[in-house]
């Protein structure tokens, strides 16, 4: 079974700085995705940044930008330039293509708080 | 239509009660998940539909009955429920398996439910 772990369960950064999350995984599979998604206030779920396993490249998504490193299972979330709505619950996902669906797993996630 | 759209937003019920909560989208997704989440925790899965069939249910108790009566909705029956079933119950969606080309879930805002 997949498992994912985010060993930061509060942070906070000042507005305008750089803040990064951490997350590791264990998994067999080779083939697979990992995702960080926002949970503000509002409940919803929505996606920041996505990882495709067998990409080398380190995804960017405008002021997000992660840094995978396959062979240590690791994958961390910088935020460079937080602002006031960046404060959320992220959470660190790790996808497995299975069949027809797929199979998401989340960490406990890092409660992010960004200071005026 | 980018969304995927949950009712109730709130749910108290009583314990003897009957209730049903319901999602929808209108994505030609073919996959719709369940996922429960208490405070302060990350999701956890319950179903998984794909295709109009029911894929995993990951031991979830007799109390809690999905229905997916078509490929845009979603249901979750609701009986003789505990308090500890109150929590923020989230539905999701995913496209088919395309190789290469997940994007995670569509997530709805969902329903905070209350049993007392």
């Known amino acids: 079974a997949q498992t994912v772990t985010q060993s930061q369960p509060e942070m906070s950064v000042q507005e305008a700085e750089t803040v990064t999350l951490s997350c590791t995984y264990d998994?067999?599979?080779?083939?697979?995705?990992l995702f960080w998604y926002k949970q503000p206030p509002s409940r919803q779920m929505i996606l920041v940044i996505r990882?495709?396993?067998?990409?080398?490249q380190n995804a960017t998504e405008n002021r997000f930008s992660v840094n995978f490193q396959k062979a240590a299972k690791s994958f961390s979330l910088k935020i460079s330039d937080s602002q006031l709505g960046d404060t959320a619950m992220y959470f660190c996902?790790?996808?497995?293509?299975?069949?027809?669906?797929?199979?998401?797993?989340f960490g406990a996630g890092t409660r992010l708080t960004v200071k005026p | 239509d980018t969304e995927v759209t949950q009712t109730p937003k709130h749910l108290v019920m009583g314990m003897t009660n009957k209730k049903s909560l319901k999602c929808e989208q209108h994505?030609?997704?073919?996959?719709m998940y369940w996922y429960k989440q208490k405070a302060k925790k990350p999701p956890e899965l319950m179903f998984v539909?794909?295709?109009?069939?029911?894929?995993i249910n990951e031991s979830v108790p007799s109390r809690f009955s999905p229905e997916c009566p078509n490929s845009s909705l979603l249901n979750l029956h609701l009986h003789a429920l505990q308090p500890e079933d109150s929590a923020l119950y989230l539905c999701?969606?995913?496209?088919?398996?395309?190789?290469?080309?997940?994007?995670?879930?569509?997530f709805g805002s969902g329903t905070r439910l209350t049993v007392v």
């Open positions: 999701a969606s995913s496209q088919d398996l395309l190789p290469g080309l997940p994007h995670g879930y569509t």
């Open positions: 998994t067999s599979e080779n083939n697979y995705y």
């Open positions: 990882q495709e396993a067998y990409k080398q």
């Open positions: 996902a790790f996808m497995k293509l299975s069949g027809d669906y797929n199979d998401m797993r």
């Open positions: 994505m030609g997704h073919r996959a």
């Open positions: 539909y794909s295709y109009e069939k029911l894929s």
